[in-house]
């Protein structure tokens, strides 16, 4: 099966507006994690805010859907760089959920941004990388580093905690993130043996474990940091890792255009997640001094 380029382009764009809306709304309940019993009597396993970010949770793990679908109409360098319209969702619902205006430097970004990954499909091939130039050591490769990255970065934590380290953490995160691009696909190669086929391929697990690992990561860099600081890391890496490392995992042919355009989209996104957000200051109403008179 295979789907049309631009049909495919518009999945994945739709999914990664799912997976922002997801990351957007466990942004903003992260704070029921190692917090005890709160305004709830009942606790926080049972809060509003453990609630509404178990959605968010849930949002984020559907993303996947879409991606898979994706993959049968571009190849997994395109897909991971079209990640990059998450931040620009992510900054148009800070503004909605968060209270960050969008301002005009993000806005311009943003309107960058999609034409970079617009110059990126056009530039790349249009179909999806296949089976003869999987390299399975490469791939497994990709996924060691962030993650023993990841964990060194976390054994670190109880000295080093802070805003910087935060950043590292979600380069981590980011970078498992856009690597599960590359089992997804090899997966998805996989359909031709069947069922028994897919659930006994490694790269199954691969998929999962890179997937809780960029889920744990998330979770601390969103609790150490803020998010114009987590941010940049987290999705510029989630862009440049699966575009740098379809090179070597699937054999994509390196073009000097595409990976200008990736460079953009790179540059596109650390500059809309970099953006100092404005706060919207909640308005006081004073009490009059004195009396209006008897």
């Known amino acids: 099966m295979t789907v049309p380029p631009a049909a495919a382009a518009l999945i994945a764009v739709s999914g990664n507006l799912v997976l922002s809306l997801g990351m957007t709304l466990q ?42 679908i994706a993959l049968m109409g571009l190849s997994t360098n395109v897909v991971g760089a079209i990640t990059g319209t998450s931040v620009a969702f992510t900054a148009i619902l800070a503004e909605l959920m968060l209270k ?7 806005l311009v970004w943003t309107i960058a941004l999609f ?23 490469a791939l497994y490769a990709s996924l060691a580093i962030p993650f023993a990255a990841g964990g060194l970065l976390l054994a670190l934590r109880g000295r080093l905690k802070g805003p910087r380290l935060a ?8 970078a498992l993130g856009g690597f599960m691009i590359f089992p997804m696909r090899a997966v998805q190669l996989a359909i031709g043996s069947g069922f028994a086929g897919i659930v006994s391929s ?7 474990v890179a997937g809780a690992a960029s889920f ?8 150490d940091g803020e998010m114009a600081t987590v941010a940049p890391a987290l999705y510029g890496l989630q862009v440049l890792w699966p575009a740098i490392g379809s090179i070597f995992v699937f054999g994509t042919p390196f073009r000097a255009a595409q990976a200008v355009a990736f460079a953009a989209v790179g ?9 100092r957000p404005t706060f919207e200051p909640p308005r006081i109403e004073l009490p009059k001094i004195g009396g209006d008179g008897p």
Request: hydrophobic share 50%; with cysteine.
């Open 27 to 68: 942004k903003r309940h992260i704070g029921w994690i190692g917090r005890g019993r709160g305004r709830d009597a009942a606790g926080p396993l049972v809060s509003r805010d453990f609630a509404t970010w178990l959605l968010g949770t849930f949002l984020m793990n559907i993303v996947w859907i879409f991606n898979f």
């Open 115 to 137: 034409a970079a990954i617009a110059a990126a499909g056009v530039l790349g091939d249009r179909g999806s990388s296949g089976a003869d130039g999987l390299s399975p050591i």
């Open 267 to 275: 540059l596109c996104v650390a500059a809309i997640a970099g953006a």
């Open 167 to 174: 950043a590292w953490i979600a380069a981590a995160s980011g």
């Open 216 to 223: 744990v990561l998330a979770q601390v860099a969103y609790k």
């Open 100 to 106: 960050e205006r969008l301002g005009k430097r993000r």
């Open 202 to 208: 490694p790269y199954l697990y691969a998929y999962l």
